[in-house]
């Protein structure tokens, strides 16, 4: 994917995209204060992931001075995304970190990849999802899915799935203007699990 930075998304960035303070302190205070350095969240979600009764967090941050750095050029920096499951007393503990699965803001071409979709974060069950999606210039969603393995007790990859539109150039009138383009399924493999921690997708 090719990456294209223009004076106006750089401003929509800066207008939406900046971390809130909020997100942060919607989160249980052991969860806020393993944020790292630097970082402050982008969002969150919650879900019962090892079934033990306890409410574990998904979360998604960024680097603070992420639109200053991307205003002058820099290369967008990663999205860590941490996950932590409750133990006893309302403790928390990091379980997996993976810096690759939350696309840069710079990897969907003219959009943000993760802030332009309406969720960008989905958990269920002992399952979560990365929702990268963009839908300005070009138009795709690639949503990367773990669960918690009670076997490995670890998140593994689950599935991957890709799609794409593209414009119809058909021509015909009353014709849509976007056409289903590229479709890929990735599953996991039993037989080889990939820990969260371990994951990269292949751009």
Same mark, same amino acid.
């Given at each position: 994917m090719k990456k294209y930075i223009h004076g106006t998304w750089i401003a929509a960035l800066a207008a939406i995209a900046i971390p809130s303070h909020a997100q942060e302190s919607a989160l249980p205070k052991d969860v806020a204060r393993q944020i790292?350095?630097?970082y402050a969240v982008m969002t969150s979600k919650s879900s019962d992931f090892n079934g033990d009764g306890k409410v574990d967090y998904v979360v998604v941050? !960024?680097?603070k001075n992420e639109a200053t750095l991307l205003a002058h050029g820099s290369p967008a920096p990663k999205r860590p995304l941490l996950v932590f499951i409750q133990g006893e007393g309302g403790r928390f503990s990091l379980e997996s970190r993976n810096d690759e699965i939350v696309f840069a803001a710079d990897a969907g071409g003219q959009c943000d990849p993760f802030m332009d979709d309406?969720?960008?974060l989905a958990a269920k069950g002992s399952f979560f999802?990365?929702?990268n999606a963009v839908a300005c210039g070009e138009h795709w969603t690639d949503f990367i899915t773990f669960?918690? !393995?009670t076997e490995l007790r670890h998140f593994v990859f689950h599935k991957r799935v890709f799609e794409s539109m593209i414009f119809n150039s058909s021509g015909e009138p009353g014709a849509d203007a976007l056409i289903p383009g590229k479709r890929s399924v990735t599953n996991a493999n039993k037989l080889k699990p990939i820990l969260l921690g371990s994951y990269v997708p292949n751009k």
């Open positions: 790292p350095a630097g941050v !960024s680097n309406a969720e960008g999802t990365v929702q669960r918690y !393995s």
